[in-house]
């Protein structure tokens, strides 16, 4: 009997050349979130923020959040929007970027948001063959996937940042399945620290009680883009690292 193969893939941030191929030879593709690019930490020439403020402002804020200045960050934010209507700036690029992605997206694909997502505009890009999924479970091959998008709340202040306590109950309605996708990482050290960033991510902590209790087959995430350990087995749980797909432009095959 064939093979049956999901493409995964997360942390897009506006790599549409590479998404437009990234259901090639699979029978579905899986996003786990973070489409948007409002700044890329390795090119601080591309993303909304240099687009509306240069690169020069881009690369101090990166210099002070990278130093975990967060507040003279902030600060330093607060000054350049200070004469932009920064609602309807940010959505207008959001939507200019949504309307390239989602149209890169193949058939089928089923997704989630990221921490830097805006929920609220997905359905009105996500075409008939795109299915968003959010504390919910779908069969994919025979195989039952969880979706638990988004992520936890940081200093970092992104747009879909939830409660812990929002954040478990979603796990929690998702239940047992065989393939547990969500944005954001267990809460395992090995797997939230960004050796290039030189800092830790935040991971769940209701995600990795989750994983102990229903024994999932794997657990897929996303979020840390340069993983001090890409994967690593919890008990019976294969967890997976599926990113940085920005920088890659490659998916993980996850194929039974």
Not at 3 to 13: I, K, L, P
Not at 109 to 119: C, E, R
Not at 220 to 248: D, I, K, W, Y
Request: glycine share 10%.
């Amino acid at each position: 009997m064939p093979a049956f193969r999901v493409n995964v893939v997360s942390d897009v941030h506006g790599n549409a050349a590479d998404l437009a191929r990234a259901g090639d030879g699979a029978d579905a593709l899986v996003c786990l979130g973070d489409l948007v690019l409002f700044l890329d930490y390795a090119d601080h020439s591309r993303g909304i923020f240099p687009d509306l403020f240069g690169v020069r402002n881009a690369s101090r804020i990166v210099e002070l959040r990278t130093a975990r200045r967060f507040e003279e960050a902030r600060e330093f934010g607060r000054r350049l929007w200070a004469g932009v209507d920064r609602g309807p700036a940010i959505e207008a690029a959001v939507r200019k970027q949504y309307a390239e992605l989602f149209a890169a997206f193949p058939t089928p694909t089923y997704a989630t948001y990221g921490n830097v997502d805006m929920p609220a505009l997905w359905r009105e890009y996500a075409g008939p063959g795109t299915t968003v999924l959010d504390g919910e479970r779908v069969e994919i091959g025979g195989r039952v996937f969880g979706f638990v998008g988004g992520g936890l709340r940081t200093p970092m202040r992104t747009p879909y940042e939830i409660s812990d306590e929002e954040y478990a109950a979603k796990v929690e309605a998702v239940g047992e399945v065989d393939v547990l996708c969500t944005h954001i990482p267990p809460d395992v050290p090995e797997l939230l620290y960004d050796t290039v960033a030189r800092r830790f991510e935040r991971g769940s902590r209701a995600l990795l009680d989750a994983i102990r209790r229903t024994r999932p087959r794997y657990a897929l995430f996303g979020h840390v883009h340069q993983p001090l350990v890409q994967r690593m087995r919890v008990g019976a749980t294969e967890c997976v690292n599926v990113g940085h797909f920005a920088g890659s432009g490659r998916p993980w095959a996850l194929e039974w």
